[in-house]
């Protein structure tokens, strides 16, 4: 499975961006699609997930209510809705999917991941 993510930019707080995850070559591997960001000198930390079958999702408490996951199967693309952006989401964004369907309880640890996108910057000053 190969990951694309754009969307990245730099945004005033309180702004909002989307990112999206284009997933091509073998996408039945990818049931479980999440998030993920990494500020420097930090680790990188889970932001949301989707299972992609049933559409469920979860999120990291730290976004909750501001970010929304989701997915249109017909584009093999899973999106991420940042609204009300603050400085701390500043970090670089990564999309990351795995074929495991327990993804309520793997979404958010990133040694369950097989696949992982190059990552897309985003920047809130």
């Known amino acids: 499975v190969q990951l694309v993510e754009s969307g990245g930019g730099s945004v005033q707080p309180g702004g909002s961006l989307r990112l999206s995850c284009g997933a091509s070559g073998h996408t039945y591997s990818s049931n479980c699609m999440g998030w993920f960001r990494q500020a420097p000198g930090k680790e990188r930390e889970a932001v949301a997930g989707i299972r992609t079958n049933s559409g469920s999702t979860y999120y990291a408490d730290a976004v909750k209510g501001r970010f929304t996951i989701s997915q249109d199967n017909a584009k093999n693309t899973v999106y991420l809705q940042m609204n009300s952006l603050k400085p701390e989401d500043t970090a670089m964004y990564y999309c990351?999917?795995?074929?495991?369907?327990?993804?309520?309880?793997?979404?958010?640890?990133?040694?369950?991941?097989?696949?992982w996108g190059q990552g897309t910057q985003v920047t809130v000053s």
């Open positions: 990351a999917a795995h074929s495991s369907w327990m993804c309520g309880v793997t979404w958010a640890r990133t040694e369950n991941y097989n696949y």
